[in-house]
């Protein structure tokens, strides 16, 4: 097995499972989290700096408002409905619906490789819900703390809402009257069911409120009795409920899934070079390179002693040494800051300049991120070597990642 490198390279190592190599995103919304990061970010002098992080976007709120509305549904994978606010100005119903939808790989991803065990069965069909409210239930009584609530619950809302389309066809929508006028992520059934929109983060509320452990799945009888009941109705036990398909959220497509041991192999592959030969070619072996802070001191003072200019590291930055020593920084930052290692599959649909494109900054190599909180930050491991030469300091660069709090994000 092999896995991309920070820089794009595929190398080979043995595979063992370790939870500090994960596979996916977080942030309040994906979208906003890749595009303030990434393209809305400034780079300059070799290396690139993250963006304001958006602090509001998609955070789960519990609220009992039920005024609804509805919206005709459009056709197609990738219908307009869920594109048309890619430009539009956020806090718009077209924006928060487009990042929603965007954010919805990550969400689903999550659920996956996080808030799940073993034997789940992620297919988005009725049968998968009760054990869906069990594991939302487990996970609340371990109180993870941080932010980790919040994540698990946008997830599970996330699975419900596609389910419950799986069930009784429509599309997501936006209801800009829910949350005090913030507004919540809606399911609207196919109409021809002339059935009220349901709000799924209700429905999560109304689970952890209830403790039954019966709430998504009679949610889900409750729609496909409505589709059976116009079967009869108009006589036509064939007709099936249209929905508007969610782009890139199938189990297949998922990081958890495709990239899981593949990363960990990767992650492995530079352990084991790091203790066998790494620490030695580069000076002082174990007892210098021993992920401390002040061994970024070490590699800051290598980097200068090798290299004139980031265009002359960048000559050599594919080398297996030089990779070595970036996927160093980046283990630093994962053993002090809690933070991840993280892959993005990219999407050959996707269309240029949204999340997972090919283009992203993000996209298709490896990188760390503070994945289980909403004030996190990220930063590919070769950039942190590039700011060396922009007249930052190594350490610097890593304390951009804020301290983990103990007790919170789930440690």
Known sequence: MSVESPDGKWTDGPWQADSRYSFTPKFPGIYVWLVC???????????????????????????????????????????????????????????????????????????????????????????????????????????LGGDMDTLLLRSVAGYLGETLLNQAGGRWGWDESLDGGIGLPVVFPDPVLELAPVVPLEIVERAV??????????????????????????????????????????????????????????????????????????????????????????????????????????????????????????????MWKKARWQYLEPNPDALPGTPYAADNYWTGTVFIRQRFRFDGHAEHPTNMLRAVFAGHRLREVAERFPDPVRGDYGY
């Open 209 to 334: 409120a209830e403790k039954t452990g019966t709430v998504f799945a009679e949610e889900a009888r409750r729609l496909r009795g409505a589709v059976r009941a116009r079967k009869r109705r108009k006589g036509n036990g064939t007709w099936e409920p249209e929905r508007l398909p969610t782009p890139w959220i199938a189990r297949a497509e998922l990081e958890s899934f495709t990239m899981a041991k593949r990363l960990l192999n990767w992650g492995w592959y530079h352990r084991n070079l790091h203790r066998w030969s790494w620490a030695e070619e580069a000076g002082g072996g174990e007892e210098r390179w021993n992920y401390r802070p002040e061994s970024l001191d070490a590699l800051e003072e290598l980097l200068v002693e090798r290299f004139a200019s980031v265009e002359e590291y960048n000559a050599v930055a594919k080398e297996d040494f030089w990779m070595h020593a970036a996927w160093y920084a980046g283990e630093c930052v994962v």
């Open 37 to 143: 990061a990434g393209a809305a970010g400034s780079c300059a002098g070799g290396t690139c700096e993250s963006g304001p992080s958006e602090q509001r976007l998609l955070v789960a709120v519990w609220t009992g408002l039920t005024r609804r509305h509805t919206r005709p549904i459009g056709s197609g994978p990738m219908d307009d409905v869920y594109i048309r606010g890619m430009n539009a100005p956020r806090g718009t119903a077209d924006f928060e619906l487009y990042a929603w939808i965007q954010d919805l790989h990550e969400a689903m991803d999550l659920l996956n490789g996080t808030f799940s065990y073993d034997g789940w069965s992620h297919t988005y069909q009725a049968p998968s819900l009760k054990r869906l409210e069990r594991t939302l239930h487990w996970f609340l009584d371990r109180r």
